[in-house]
C-alpha cells in the first residue's frame, strides 16, 4: 500500500479533555470492541520525562504544553498516516522508572487520547474527528489517578485546565457529555460519529 493510498483508507480520531474526564477509558473501550480495526495512541506517552517540568507555585507542573514532546509526537502521527508502524516509549506514571518499548501499526482507524491533544494547531489538522469530552470538575478530581493531593489540584491543575485545556473545546468537531463515560452507550456514540465522518469522506468502514 503506497502511502497516499494508506493515508487515504485511514481515519484519525482525536479524544480530549481534562485529567479525569475518562479519555482513556473511553479510548480504551473502542479499541476492546474493535481490536481489529482500531489503534490507539496516548499523547501521555510524549511527556517530556528526560527533563523536569516547569514549576507553578513552587510545585513542578506536569500539565503544561511545554512538558510535551510535540515535533515527536507529531512525526509519529504523520508515520502512522503514511500506513508505518511506529514505536512507542511509555513510561507508568506513578513509577517513571519503568519503561517500555512497543509498537503500534497503522488500522483502519487510529484513536489518539490526551488531555491537550487539540491545544496544538498542527495535532488538529492531521485529526479526522475531534471529541472533547465534557465533565464537571468534582468528577474530573474525584477520578483522576495521580497528583491528587490538594495543593497540587488547587495551585496547578485546575489553572493549567482553564488557561490551556478548558478554550480547546471550540475546536472539537463533537462534545460527549463524560458524566456516563463508563456506560456502553459513551463508546456507541462515539462509533456512530466515527462511521458518519468515515461515510461523508467516501471510506469503507464499519465498526
Same mark, same amino acid.
Given at each position: 500500500?503506497?502511502?497516499?493510498?494508506?493515508?487515504?483508507?485511514?481515519?484519525?480520531?482525536?479524544?480530549?479533555?481534562g485529567s479525569g474526564a475518562g479519555k482513556t477509558t473511553l479510548?480504551?473501550?473502542?479499541?476492546?470492541?474493535?481490536?481489529?480495526?482500531?489503534?490507539l495512541l496516548h499523547l501521555d506517552d510524549f511527556q517530556k520525562f528526560?527533563?523536569?517540568?516547569?514549576?507553578?507555585?513552587?510545585?513542578?507542573?506536569?500539565?503544561?504544553?511545554?512538558?510535551?514532546d510535540w515535533n515527536g509526537f507529531i512525526e509519529i502521527l504523520i508515520q502512522?498516516?503514511? $500506513?508505518?508502524?511506529?514505536?512507542? !516509549?511509555?513510561?507508568?506514571? &506513578?513509577?517513571?522508572?519503568?519503561?517500555?518499548?512497543?509498537?503500534? /501499526?497503522?488500522?483502519?482507524?487510529?484513536?489518539?487520547?490526551g488531555y491537550l491533544l487539540f491545544y496544538n494547531s498542527v495535532v488538529r489538522n492531521l485529526l479526522d474527528l475531534l471529541i472533547f469530552v465534557d465533565v464537571s470538575e468534582p468528577t474530573r478530581i474525584s477520578r483522576r489517578t495521580k497528583m491528587k493531593y490538594p495543593k497540587y489540584v488547587e495551585k496547578v491543575l485546575l489553572p493549567m485546565h482553564q488557561e490551556y485545556v478548558e478554550p480547546t473545546r471550540h475546536f472539537a468537531?463533537?462534545?460527549?457529555? $463524560?458524566?456516563?463515560?463508563?456506560? !456502553?452507550?459513551?463508546?456507541? &456514540?462515539?462509533?456512530?460519529?466515527?462511521?458518519?465522518?468515515?461515510? /461523508?469522506?467516501?471510506?469503507?468502514?464499519?465498526?
Open positions: 500500500m503506497t502511502a497516499a493510498n494508506a493515508e487515504k483508507k485511514m481515519l484519525f480520531v482525536g479524544i480530549a479533555g479510548a480504551q473501550r473502542l479499541e476492546h470492541l474493535n481490536p481489529d480495526k482500531i489503534a528526560q527533563t523536569d517540568p516547569p514549576e507553578l507555585e513552587g510545585l513542578s507542573n506536569w500539565e503544561h504544553p511545554d512538558y510535551i502512522l498516516r503514511k $500506513g508505518q508502524v511506529v514505536s512507542i !516509549e511509555h513510561r507508568d506514571p &506513578i513509577d517513571l522508572g519503568s519503561q517500555q518499548i512497543f509498537e503500534v /501499526s497503522p488500522k483502519r482507524v487510529v484513536v489518539v487520547e468537531t463533537h462534545i460527549l457529555n $463524560g458524566e456516563t463515560i463508563k456506560s !456502553e452507550v459513551s463508546a456507541q &456514540i462515539v462509533e456512530r460519529w466515527i462511521a458518519s465522518k468515515a461515510q /461523508s469522506l467516501g471510506l469503507d468502514l464499519k465498526l
